[in-house]
């Protein structure tokens, strides 16, 4: 059955950040830093579906769905990051997992979507090898509470993003500016994925993933220099996460000036290569890097950003390249062949500037092309041989967009962050038409 699904992360959704024993996040504390977040939002109310879940599975059940991809709350299950766990926590998602499973739609559960309990990155977050040990200890924990209801587990969200983003440019939490240095983020996140799979695995879980975050690379020209470049950014972008777990172990890293992660132990990478049941794969667009200009200042890193052009782009400025996608899925493919086990889109999606129209409508027509080509890409994947296997559309809801608040709307159903009116939008309709009359292999 190929799943039809939408996709949330705990804390862009569920508010409520101090009920019923939850404990602080990175996110909170990075929040609550003036400047951090564009107009000083934060995700203390975010779209209050802690206690609002019922009404949001009932839209997820009208859409017509049958799955749901949603990320659990590590500091709502274990305040700290380790020990004992909050019995409150896991029973609010007890209750969502009961509720899906009534109406039929396929429960999968991120593990770990960038909200790091607090307590662990004053211990040094994903710098510090223990991290990896306490995801496993809480993948367990999970796996024994909902393991009966929940088939299908995803362990990391985008270990790429949260490491570049979090801990090498800092414009997300913990927004630490270490740049090259963040190197150890990628491997202890890798080996926390690969802990987890053992712990979720050792409590008899069905499916075991990882999402990454992967990108077509596009040379900005023909010349040698631009493809050495766009080489090196498919290398840290692409390769980094998914050789290790795909092939079992780290691409060149020399054009970084890298030639050994002394983070890796011995025994960590058939840990973090163990066969997986899906790549979960989040594809926005494909990105075009030239060979950094050379300058007095010799550059830091060994590419540019040289942007793609000549498309219609998002509210956050994102070229919508549909065909990107069957370009990547075929890459996969061709790129690691047998080694590469079913595909899920597990995120796709679009911003833009929704709002309701004076009828209270929200006519979101550009988000209907947007996704009717992506689906197209899917389906032209499929027929030329890429087992893909599921979709799931970033996001069911308006949501907190992370260092963007809440200026990027990406939600098939149009939220009022001051009254929480749901509203969903035409693309939530045409998404319901689609899943019914056309069915994918
Ligand atoms: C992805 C994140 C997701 C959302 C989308 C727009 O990188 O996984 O939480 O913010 O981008």
Redesign the pocket.
Known sequence: MFLWGTAT?SY?IEGAVAEDGRGPSIWDTFAHEPGRIRDGHTGDVACDHYNRWSEDVTLMGSLGVNSYRFSISWPRIQPEGRGKPNEAGLAFYDRLVDELCAKDIVPAATIF?WDLPQALEDRGGWLNRDTSHHLADYAGILAERLGDRVPMWITL??PF?HMVFGYALGTHAPGRTLFLDALPAAHHQLLGHGLAAQALRAHGAERVLITN?CTPVWPASGSAEDHRAAEAYDTLHNRLFNDPLLLGKYPDLSAYGVSTLDVVRDGDLEVIAQPLDGLGI?YYNPTRIAAPAPGPDSAPLPFEDAGVSGYPTTAFGWPVVPDGLRELLLGLRARYGDALPPVYVT?NGCSLADEPGQDGAVDDQARIAFLDGHIGAIRAAIAEGVDVRGYYV?SLMDNF??AEGFNQR?GLVHVDFATQKRTPKASYHWLRERIATHPLP
């Open positions: 992360a862009q979507h969200n985008e993003i975050n989040n995120e970033w967009e992370w990406f």
